[in-house]
């Protein structure tokens, strides 16, 4: 079957210009949950094999960004997907709010010192990128600083992929109306609510200047070396069969496997 990849088919091409409202957030490119519920477990299977080689390899660090609006799904990704992953050898960091000592300097300071190890997978949830968007929204910093942080944040990447760092950047596309009815279960239910904040809907209420500077991260930001990728996320067992396919073919791209046995130990030794 010449299926095409989702990684060829969701990958935003460096030079284009990202209109989300042409994007189908509901959009399965062919997939059914029924199917998805046999792809996702062999998908996380291959995963964790990769991760394993990669780990044992020590050779390649992997950078795994995750953007998106409140409620889109970035926790359920890294609960969903990356569990595939040894939590030996995956950092996941969180962006909130920089505290003072952040503010107190650039900001990619805080960023650079979570950017991953060889043989790291490294999972930002939110990263730089909140610095050309929450900043951007809110005005947090005048337009003429923030606008050039798009050319900086390239020249950033490149510099961590030409030191041999794999970057991937998953955006997840939820609409407006999904993100209402996530809302509403959050609120609903005892078991999210600690997650629901009042400024979520001042968020919401923002939702259009939201779309146009995540549409100019995307723009600017998808390059060869460190490309986006927009994932249809309105039906999480979706987004979660495309970040592990994607994922999948990018770690195997590079071929991670186990190293030699130590040349000191004898091919013909008896442990007793
Ligand atoms: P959450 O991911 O829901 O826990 O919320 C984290 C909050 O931190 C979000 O509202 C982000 O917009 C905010 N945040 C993350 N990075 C920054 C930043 N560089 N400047 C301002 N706010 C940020
Ligand atoms: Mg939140």
């Known amino acids: 079957m010449s299926e095409r990849r989702l990684r060829d088919l969701l990958r935003v091409d460096p030079g284009s210009k990202v209109r989300l409202a042409r994007i189908d957030p509901s959009d399965t490119h062919g997939h059914s949950r029924a199917s998805a519920q046999k792809e996702l477990p062999a998908g996380l299977v291959r995963l964790q094999g990769l991760q394993d080689r990669l780990w044992a390899e020590a050779k390649h660090p992997v950078l795994v960004v995750l953007q998106g609006i409140d409620a889109a799904g970035k926790d359920g990704t890294v609960h969903h997907v990356m569990s595939a992953f040894s939590p030996q050898g995956c950092p996941v960091t969180d962006f909130k ?50 606008r050039q942080r798009y050319a900086q944040i390239n020249d950033w990447e490149r510099m961590l992929v030409d030191e041999g760092t794999t970057i991937v950047k998953f955006f997840l596309l939820i609409d407006r109306d999904e993100q209402k009815r996530r809302f509403q279960e959050r609120y609903a239910n005892p078991a999210k609510r600690w997650k629901f904040k009042m400024g979520d809907l001042t968020e919401r209420a923002r939702w259009d200047d939201y779309m146009k500077a995540f549409e100019d991260a995307l723009s600017r930001c998808s390059t060869a070396a460190a490309p986006w990728y927009v994932i249809p996320a309105n039906k999480n067992w979706f987004r979660n069969l495309a970040v592990a396919e994607i994922l999948g073919d990018v770690l195997e791209g590079l071929r991670p496997d186990y190293p030699a046995m130590d040349p000191t130990v004898p091919a013909d030794l008896v442990i007793e």
């Open 97 to 146: 709010v920089p505290s003072p000592l952040e503010m107190s300097h650039d900001y990619l300071w805080r960023v650079h010192q979570h950017a991953p190890a060889k043989g790291e997978i490294a999972i930002f949830n939110r990263s730089h990128y909140e610095d050309v968007l929450v900043v951007r929204v809110h005005d947090l910093v005048p337009k003429s600083v923030w």
